[in-house]
């Protein structure tokens, strides 16, 4: 079943790709009060773990996250006292029976800078996580981080430890690029960790790369990419560069100090796009995900337990980490030093809290994460809740088959082309009517990535989605 393809089926494309649901958060004004209502003394379920180590050595220009700069010197100790304090909140969560009858199925361990950590703390927070808690056998553990960080000790504790996958934040193999986006990454320091751990014997190496920035040549860009076919690497994230409002890069360029982007709706940058398509289908990667490639088998572990599977919970520790518990999406204010003082008071740093989940918005919430693979498969969706996607969503769907955006077919609602290229509007489709025009959720505290979806409903869904 198809439908006639229009070019423009929305009033203007939204690309920012986070999609945070439900999107509102709440300050938590009853403390640690909340904790019954994630009823932590019942049997658990398979989850994943999210760790935030919230420290950078310096800010990237165009960054709009939450990062604390260390200083390698670090006078106040900073780096002690908070993996003191991460590791007895991991001792904490680990005492409730939600955690110790479940199944740990993914770790990923980001921030800020995860490989940042000297390697005898990061060795001190995985060996109480496996101390701990019910690790799966066939777990995945992700450190994210930056290849300066890669000694020779912590190269070998990595290539011998608990971690099985490492994603470096490369960006660009281009010197002059990354200076200009203030990127701490440097190219030849990223092509010598990652041969240094595939010398190892440590084989599942993902990149970080992005496209469109400031003053990036096409031809730079497929230099790039060759790069990256003559590497080791299983698995490529890939991303246009943004320009995030009251960032220095975003004065820098006001000023005339750097180079305005390309609009990204041009031929130059859809081309870049299909370099990075060809390339990474001559080096047998397939887009499995929006904006992820990988080889067969190579898939993020991860992210198909967060948003393939049906209501998989997270357990987000660290400041500014967020979790997902008993259809409540909870998590803690940007403030390192307010994290520890409320571990060391024996308190959960909870500051932001939504409303718990419906029936009808864990419906919304599957379609929206399911989607990011392209595909509603029909079958697994009755199996999941015991209803039709067809019936469930059946102005959203006729909306969408209508405009050419996707096809029935072989029991799946599959995006088209033009879909893809839509996908963020699309998903945005079967977002709950009631959470448009919230504009009160601007005034409470809530994540740096979570920013972008709080602002989006606070404006009007015609805007994005017509009439």
């Not at 990419?225 to 820098?252: A, C, M, N, S, W």
């Not at 409303?355 to 199996?383: C, G, H, T, W």
């Amino acid at each position: 079943m198809t439908a006639p393809v229009t070019t423009q089926p929305y009033p203007q494309k939204y690309t920012t790709p986070f999609i945070l649901y439900p999107p509102a958060l709440w300050e938590n004004r009853s403390g640690q009060e909340f904790l019954p209502q994630l009823a932590l003394d019942q049997t658990g379920q398979d989850y994943v773990m999210y760790l935030s180590i919230p420290f950078c050595r310096v800010r990237c220009y165009s960054c709009p996250y939450f990062v604390d700069q260390l200083s390698p010197h670090d006078p106040r100790n900073k780096e002690a006292r908070f993996v003191d304090a991460i590791v007895a909140d991991l001792e904490r969560w680990a005492s409730y029976k939600r955690f110790q009858t479940g199944s740990l199925r993914a770790i990923y361990i980001g921030g800020g800078t995860g490989s940042l950590l000297k390697t005898a703390y990061l060795k001190r927070i995985l060996d109480t996580i496996f101390a701990n808690y019910p690790v799966a056998k066939d777990y995945e553990l992700t450190l994210e981080g930056n290849a300066r960080d890669y000694t020779p000790d912590k190269l070998d504790y990595v290539a011998d430890s608990h971690i099985n996958r490492v994603s470096l934040g490369v960006q660009s193999f281009d010197e002059s690029i990354l200076r200009i986006i203030g990127s701490p990454h440097a190219a030849q320091e990223s092509v010598k960790a990652i041969n240094e751990l595939s010398s190892r014997g440590f084989s599942n190496i993902q990149m970080d790369m992005m496209y469109n920035l400031p003053g990036h040549r096409r031809e730079t860009w497929q230099r790039d990419l060759e790069v990256l076919r003559d590497l080791d690497v299983k698995h490529l994230t890939t991303y246009l560069y943004r320009i995030h409002p009251g960032t220095p890069q975003d004065k820098f360029i006001k000023m005339g100090k750097v180079a305005p982007l390309v609009d990204k709706e041009s031929e130059y940058v859809r081309n870049m796009y299909r370099d990075l398509v060809e390339a990474t289908e001559n080096m047998g990667f397939h887009n499995y995900m929006f904006d992820h490639f990988c080889r067969p088998g190579w898939e993020n572990v991860y992210n198909e337990w967060t948003f393939l599977r049906n209501n998989v919970e997270i357990l987000g520790v660290g400041p500014s980490a967020y979790s997902f518990i008993n259809d409540y999406r909870v998590g803690g204010r940007k403030d390192v030093e307010g994290y520890i003082a409320a571990v060391n008071r024996g308190e959960h740093f909870i500051s932001a809290v939504s409303s718990q989940l419906s029936p009808r918005v864990r419906k919304e919430r599957y379609v929206m994460n399911i989607l990011q693979a392209f595909a509603v498969d029909l079958k697994e969706y009755e199996f999941q809740f015991g209803s039709s996607f067809l019936e469930d969503f059946k102005p959203e769907v006729e909306r969408i088959l209508s405009r050419g955006l996707a096809e029935l077919a072989d029991d799946k609602f599959t995006l088209t082309q033009l879909g893809r290229e839509w996908h963020m509007n699309v998903m945005l489709e079967f977002t709950n009517p009631d959470f448009w025009g919230e504009t009160t959720a601007l005034e409470h505290p809530h994540w740096a990535m979570n920013t972008p979806m709080v602002d989006l409903f606070a404006g009007r869904r015609e805007d994005w989605l017509g009439a």
